[in-house]
């Protein structure tokens, strides 16, 4: 999905690659079993793995869609962040993924670094966020 996914954010641009992305979610309103946290941590290191070892270099918003996606595949409701800051006269931006406010697969806080917006670019569709 890292290779893929790092090209349609170049020939199709984010929106509508991720509108695409979220055709292939589960529609039903059942979510993961809880466990949640553990499930992101092993998901985030699959994900990282294979930005290591694959093909190319998938940059933070490569990575964090496709972890986002597989997250919400699970049922887990993950949300893709996005924060900025300037340095030295340039904008720099990130992408990471948050669930239950703990962020995934991440060296370093990102909130320590960038200021994020205020809002989740993308979040898991409502009814896999809630619980029977």
Known sequence: M??????????????RWQSFLTRFLPHSSQAAPA???????Q???MVRA???EGLGRPNCLSRSLVLWWL?????CPAELRIGARK????LEAHAWVE???RV???DDDPHAQFAAFEQPVAAAPRSLGTRP
């Open 2 to 15: 890292l290779p893929l996914t790092r090209l349609a954010l170049r020939v199709v641009g984010f929106r």
């Open 35 to 41: 466990g949640d946290a553990a499930r992101g941590a």
């Open 43 to 45: 998901t985030a290191r």
């Open 50 to 52: 294979a930005a290591r």
């Open 71 to 75: 997250l919400a595949r699970q049922g």
């Open 87 to 90: 340095k030295d006269d340039a």
């Open 99 to 101: 669930l239950a406010g």
């Open 104 to 106: 995934l697969g991440e």
